[in-house]
């Protein structure tokens, strides 16, 4: 291990899994075997059944707790939603819990791409209250007090491994409009965490709790794998593979595209930087290989291609498309980026180029377009994602554009 890196994580059981409305009881009954992995230096990866033994008698019994929209960025029908939930927080602990959960979505917001595309979460707190503070720890071995999400260190016989009761936790998560993560903190200051079929887990309390949410929504959005020298040797993630450079070329495969760019974090060059394993990384380090690093450009690209296959583009703009009567203000309404990066409009009258003088980023007022009384012409908006994290441009043109056309009429 790396002087100064308090540990690697290992790649986690299906790390944080999309729950949506329609997908939630199919959720909880997935079967067979998952990645499933351990927090911690030296810890070994296996693979083993998810833990749904865990899953309490009463699964369909009712789970109410205080619910607060802590952030909202937008309509849940087109965001997605971080819901943070506790277990081992009694009535007393609440302010801890709400003080350690802003720590924990910060810290996601605090790494790109996240930092940039921050406008498309909604953050959620769920403020589960427990009899007694604290949760079984690695000293108990996997003893559970019975906390309500029933989170609990030794889980599957490893000690950094940190489960929740997946069932319990989707009960008090409740629904969304929209798709959404569910992450779990245990009051603990125990390093550890893992992810799970439906939930993704950390100590709330540990001093490497951000940096391991950081690592483990690689797993989640991008389904990234583990890129250090003892993890698996499972090439099947956008961010590993069995070729070489050369290899990737001639067969166009994996992060072929990017080969030879200059990665932002100033880690050198994209290649094939083979790891003990057997399998090549895009780069000498990442955040799936040291915590605290960045991701590096493939993955990057490829938690970006998650994001818009889960949020369009824009809103639903208004008025709605279709004919509308005289000269009213047009807004396609594209998603907010933070930074300098934002979304591209286009906006044409009848295939021509508009006047910018008539155009505000993404509203135009047909009052300042140069029509004659009664003439019928059609505005159309093109929203795209002109980023250039994302080198795909069949997946730009199918996901990270729309265009929406307005008829103008009398």
């Known amino acids: 291990m790396p002087p100064g890196n308090p540990g690697r994580l290992v790649r986690s059981l299906a790390a944080l899994v999309l729950v949506s409305t ?7 009954e997935l079967a067979g075997p998952s990645p499933f992995g351990v927090i911690g ?11 749904h033994q865990a899953l309490r008698a009463d699964l369909r ?8 929209d802590i952030r909202r960025t937008g309509d849940p029908a087109n965001r997605i939603t971080l819901v943070l939930l506790g277990d081992g927080y009694t009535a007393a602990d609440q302010e801890l819990f709400r003080q350690q959960a802003d720590k924990a979505w910060h810290a996601l917001m605090d790494i790109e791409p996240f930092r940039t595309y921050q406008g498309f979460f909604n953050i959620r707190r769920v403020e589960v209250v427990s009899e007694a503070s604290g949760i079984a720890e690695t000293e108990t071995r996997g003893r559970n007090p019975s906390t309500p999400l029933g989170m609990h260190f030794w889980c599957e016989g490893t000690a950094r491994l940190l489960c929740a009761d997946e069932g319990a936790t989707a009960r008090y998560a409740g629904n969304s409009a929209g798709p959404q993560y569910l992450i779990a903190l245990a009051n603990s200051a125990e390093y550890g965490g893992a992810g799970g079929t439906g939930v993704t887990t950390l100590a709330g309390g540990s001093p490497d709790a951000g940096r391991i949410i950081q690592h483990e929504i690689g797993h989640t959005v ?7 020298d003892s993890a698996p040797d499972d090439a099947d993630y956008p961010n590993l593979s069995t070729l070489n450079a050369d290899d990737m070329r001639k067969k166009q495969t994996k992060w072929w595209r990017w080969l030879g760019a200059e990665s932002p974090d100033g880690g050198g ?8 394993n057997g399998l090549y990384r895009p780069t000498q380090d990442s955040v799936m290989r040291t915590l605290g690093s960045a991701y590096n450009l493939p993955s ?3 938690i970006i291609e998650e994001l818009y296959r889960k949020v369009r583009p824009t809103d639903p703009p208004a008025p709605a498309p279709g004919e509308v009567a005289g000269r009213p203000r047009l807004d396609v309404r594209p998603l907010p980026l933070t930074g300098a990066r934002q979304l591209r409009v286009e906006w044409k009258l009848d295939g021509a180029p508009v006047p910018p003088q008539a155009v505000d980023g993404g509203r135009l007022d047909t009052a300042l377009l140069d029509l004659e009384p009664g003439r019928t012409a059609t505005v159309t908006a093109t929203v795209r994602d002109t980023t250039d994290w994302v080198r795909d441009e069949a997946f730009r043109d199918k996901y990270m554009t729309r265009s929406v056309s307005w008829t103008l009429t009398g």
């Open 61 to 68: 019994a009712p789970a109410a707790a205080p619910t607060f």
């Open 222 to 228: 991008g389904d990234l794998g583990d890129e250090y």
């Open 269 to 276: 060059t994209i290649g094939a930087y083979r790891s003990a």
């Open 41 to 51: 230096p030296g810890a070994p990866a296996d693979r083993a059944a998810p833990p």
């Open 22 to 28: 329609a997908v939630l009881p199919a959720a909880l």
């Open 300 to 302: 990057r690209e490829a």
